[in-house]
């Protein structure tokens, strides 16, 4: 069985859907919760990398300036 969850899950079953269209529904969207947890972290990653080149950049920058590089 599939991720699902159960908060989902009930809530759903207690505004009238089948289990079954209910169950489905809740896996879904954990589902897409994983997925945009992962998007997320791919996305921190991206600043974190981005982040440290433009440290590097201006330091690099700030090197050349003062005539240290």
């Not at 809530?11 to 089948?18: H, N, T």
């Not at 897409?32 to 440290?52: A, C, F, P, V």
């Amino acid at each position: 069985m599939a991720l699902m969850l159960s908060d989902t899950y009930e809530a759903l079953i207690e505004a009238g859907a089948s289990e079954a269209k209910a169950r489905a529904a809740a896996q879904e969207v954990a589902a897409l919760d994983q997925r945009l947890g992962r998007i997320e972290s791919k996305l921190n990653l991206n600043l974190t990398l981005t982040l440290l080149i433009l440290v590097a950049i201006v330091g690099a920058a700030a090197s050349l300036l003062t005539g240290k590089g």
